[in-house]
């Protein structure tokens, strides 16, 4: 046995080291026991040490203790076994966590003082609370093994691998702790130590656990309802989304502030679902999007009993702070087609059953199968109430990321046999038009595809939709291209249209539908096609990320040493942004997806810019992409990363102008009629082009007035000046356009919105924000000079960075009684090095944010000088830190802190 590290104060019993680690106040003065997986008592694990600390280089300093208990081997052994000792400080219940190796090596686990016989399991399914990556494919992560009843005194601790028959074997134990108090995982971080590690430039951002004190100046929870669907379920009132009916009987138009959240944030245990339901609803989060299969991996027919319980209590969670869920259970990401017994995937290389929902019976009963179980299911923790009938149930997804339109329409990804179901399927419709397939061949002036039979048409895969491939050809073509796209639109809708009625009208659901959320091959020839198949649910969806140009091995899912990336602004390329939306009038747009994606040292202005623009265009729901630590506290860089500290420390001020609607939602920009023998006829022209203006340069065209008439080409920043809103015909010349120009100038790169409220210069890298009750600027501050709005002078020394002031009264900043001023700068973890755009170091915890430096001072009505300005913490809670102020003519001036993201300012 290796002697164990100590750290005061240290118990010495019946002649064990044993550590007992007094935590600080902040963690509530409680006390906890850690040991190291490697100062065991007794062990028989293999000696072989594959991912020893010689094998981590410089990483193995991420592990507790530079070491782990590690190894691996073949099955047909008696399982290993190891023990541990160690004293408990007083009988207790104890929260107890494992880090270990990613959900190798499960096992069983039992403390000497546990009944006899008693032993209680982590599996091969078990949650991952955070993440630290080591090397290519080995990390550690933070494990709950739940709650623990434990007397006080020497105690034993044992667990034992459970092998699997026929396969091999890995495992690793880093250290375990036993906590009495709140305990966040945090990397190789103790409870309530906090290690001020922090690159230069930058400080260590180790927030406490919120306790949630009713003392907090900043906490948002009180723009939810006191329960979410406490009036019913969320309704479509034309293009938006409402909440249950109110007192009196009206209904209330809402906006959501989202974050994605998966099964490994439901499967955590319940303390830890408590935690991330108030956290977010402190933070202004109102909906959340649940994004997993709850399939059984034995039978992916059935949804699994353990997994639905899971969601079950995170809904309930949820529920208790306010939060609406969305469920999203199907994307063919998920799903083998050979598993789910469906025909035509042996010997098939790749097995997702892209397309096949869309007209496959047996899949078809399948997914409503998933559906009745999912919705109808007594919820054991809402009094039975199954999730069909839970208001707090905000929307149902059908499927995610699919579509007949998309380059996985292709032979490739959808088997032979399932290919020539789907043509039998388009023949019948063909005879339907035609009357025979026959006259359909005779339609298209006699246009052949490979494939062709007499009786049976082929289809085209998707290329031949786009404008490239339908221009491959004659007139035949482009006609016989166009009834392949009708056939394949009303297709798709015709299911999203049965889907949405068998869950409303047979599972008796009283919320929102909505189809789909993907993209297609050629937006311009085909996204307005697509956007036309969800009219058959109430929600049109989207999906977009920002991506900083990240390449490399596995980097479409991960971060990792070796790969490139660029570090680009948001600000400063609008034309790239997923925040350009055109919209289907009379329905509510939401895009369930959102993200700005690791690695890119300049991501605090997406939040910004997401709020802002996102309100101007009268988005109902903003949906962030994901959360990872239950705790909001990510250990390490991730690719989708809500939880670094650049991301959701900036949402208070965005979430609560968007809710709130400070920026005013514009009158529509480009209102876009589009008749659907348009979309038939391949005419294209319903996305984005770059030459768009020149139709107004062209024109003569009186300021603030709009140009009536077709529109054939939209200009990619349209959406930052007004929204872009779409009817399906009957008449093209039902269109119009504003003065675009007036509002839009290319060679300056400027954009101002038509309300005025929003400013952009995208070639200096600036916005700006300017309402009666949010004001601020987002990107390249330093440069800008002073940033002056109506009641804010922003001047940062931070060469990049966001300060944002918003009433928290609803008063306008003038006359408001309590404000907020909230800035943010660029945040990296611990280390992480990049050397001409090449990661070097991933770095590791704690999450460092640069410096801030500069000041904000705020114009109001009266003096400053009785205005009080309170430093608060990351959790909304005042601190002791003395803020530098000066009283102004026309208000006041905040000097700001080095380490200060918050200032809560109250005016008698």
């Not at 667990?159 to 995982?185: M, Q, R, Y």
Request: overall charge neutral; charged content about 20%.
């Amino acid at each position: 046995m290796r002697p164990l590290r100590l750290l005061n104060p240290v118990l010495f019993a019946a002649g064990l080291c044993v550590l007992i680690v007094s935590a600080s106040p902040a963690c509530g003065g409680s006390d906890y026991v850690w040991w190291e997986g490697e100062d065991f008592a007794t062990s028989t694990f293999p000696k072989n040490n594959p991912f020893s600390p010689a094998s981590l280089g410089a990483n193995a300093q991420l592990l507790s203790g530079g070491n782990w208990l590690n190894a691996n081997g073949k099955t047909g052994i008696q399982p290993p076994t190891a023990s541990w000792k160690i004293v408990v400080p007083a009988d207790g219940d104890y929260a107890f966590w494992v880090r270990k190796f990613w959900k190798h090596g499960p096992f069983k686990w039992r403390f000497d003082s546990m009944p006899a016989g008693e032993w209680r399991e982590c599996g091969p399914d078990a949650a991952l609370a955070d993440d630290t990556q080591l090397k290519k494919f080995v990390n550690a992560n933070w494990v709950s093994l739940g709650s623990v009843q434990l007397p006080k005194g020497a105690r034993t601790f044992q667990v034992e691998l459970i092998l699997g028959n026929g396969k091999d074997w890995g495992a690793g134990f880093d250290c375990f702790v036993l906590s009495k108090g709140p305990f966040t995982p945090n990397g190789k971080t103790r409870p309530g130590v906090k290690t001020g590690k922090a690159d230069d430039g930058y400080f260590a951002f180790e927030p406490d656990s919120d306790t949630f004190r009713p003392d907090a100046l900043l906490d948002l929870r009180f723009l939810n309802e006191p329960v979410a669907g406490q009036n019913g379920f969320l309704s479509r009132h034309g293009k938006d989304i409402t909440l249950g009916k109110q007192p009196g009987g009206d209904t209330k138009p809402a906006r959501f502030w989202a974050v994605n959240v998966g099964l490994s944030n439901a499967t955590q245990d319940r303390a830890s679902v408590d935690y991330l339901a108030r956290r977010l609803a402190k933070l202004g989060v109102n909906m959340v999007r649940f994004h997993s299969p709850l399939w059984s991996d034995a039978d992916p027919t059935q949804i699994d009993p353990k997994k639905l319980d899971a969601l079950q209590y995170f809904v309930a969670a949820m529920k208790k702070q306010g939060i609406y869920t969305t469920l999203s259970f199907y994307f063919p990401v998920w799903a083998d087609g050979q598993k789910l017994g469906l025909e035509g995937f042996d010997g098939v290389a790749d097995k997702k059953p892209f397309a096949l929902l869309y007209f496959n019976p047996k899949l078809q009963s399948i997914h409503r199968g998933w559906l009745r179980q999912m919705l109808t299911s007594p919820n054991p923790h809402a009094a039975g109430t199954p999730l069909g009938q839970e208001p707090a149930i905000g929307m149902v997804e059908i499927i995610n990321e699919d579509s007949l339109f998309f380059w996985t329409f292709s032979k490739k990804s959808v088997p032979a046999f399932q290919w020539a179901q789907l043509e039998a399927i388009y023949a019948q419709w063909l005879t339907k038009k035609y009357g025979s397939t026959a006259a359909a061949m005779q339609a298209w002036n006699g246009e052949r595809a490979p494939g062709d039979a007499a009786d049976r048409p082929a289809l085209y895969e998707a290329y031949h939709m786009t404008a490239a491939g339908v221009n491959q050809g004659g007139s035949g073509k482009r006609k016989r291209v166009g009834d392949q796209v009708q056939f394949l639109a009303e297709l798709q809708r015709g299911f999203y249209d049965t889907a949405t009625k068998y869950i409303k009208n047979d599972l008796k659901y009283g919320g929102l539908v909505v189809a789909s959320n993907w993209g297609v091959a050629d937006p311009a020839m085909l996204n307005a096609t697509e956007r036309w198949t969800y009219t058959a649910g109430d929600v049109m969806d989207s999906h977009g990320y920002f991506e900083a140009d990240h390449k490399g091995d596995g980097s479409a899912y991960s971060v990792r040493v070796g790969h490139t990336f660029k570090d680009i602004a948001p600000v400063t390329v609008p034309s790239l942004l997923p925040l350009r939306f055109q919209q289907v009038a009379d329905y509510p747009q939401i895009i369930s997806e959102i993200g700005f994606t690791q690695p890119n040292r300049y991501r605090a202005d997406a939040v910004f810019l997401s709020s802002a623009y996102g309100a101007l265009q009268g988005v109902d729901g903003m949906f962030f992409f994901a959360v990872g630590s239950n705790y909001l506290l990510d250990a390490s860089i991730q690719k989708f990363q809500v939880a670094s500290p650049a991301f959701v420390q900036s949402f208070p001020a965005a979430a609560l102008a968007y809710r709130r609607g400070d920026v005013t939602e514009a009158d529509p920009a480009i209102h876009q009629a589009v008749p659907l023998p348009d979309l038939w006829g391949m005419k294209g022209g319903f996305g984005w082009s770059q030459d768009a203006l020149d139709q107004f340069r062209a024109k003569d065209v009186p300021p603030g007035a709009a140009i009536a008439g077709q529109v054939d080409k939209i200009d990619s920043l349209t959406s930052y000046i007004g929204p872009i809103v779409r009817t399906y015909g009957p008449d093209a010349s039902q269109s119009a356009q504003r003065d675009l120009p007036r509002y839009l100038n290319r060679d300056a790169k400027t954009i101002a919105s038509l309300t005025g409220q929003l400013r952009w210069d995208y070639g200096k890298g600036l916005a700006v924000m300017d309402t009666p009750c949010a004001q601020g600027a987002a990107g390249f501050l330093a440069a800008a000079g002073t940033i002056a709005t109506s009641n804010v002078r922003v001047a940062m020394a931070n060469d990049y960075g966001t300060a944002t002031v918003v009433s928290l009264d609803g008063l306008p900043i003038a006359q408001s009684r309590k404000v907020l001023v909230q800035v943010m700068t660029q945040d990296q973890p611990t280390g992480f090095r990049a050397e001409g755009g090449v990661v070097k170091d991933l770095g590791a915890a704690p999450f460092g944010i640069r410096k801030v430096a500069g000041s904000i001072e705020l114009l109001s009505a009266g003096s400053g000088a009785a205005a009080k300005v309170t430093a608060v913490d990351s959790n909304g809670y005042a601190t002791a830190a003395k803020v530098a102020t000066k009283p102004t003519a026309g208000g006041v001036r905040i000097d700001l802190l080095p380490d200060v993201l918050y200032y809560v300012i109250t005016r008698p």
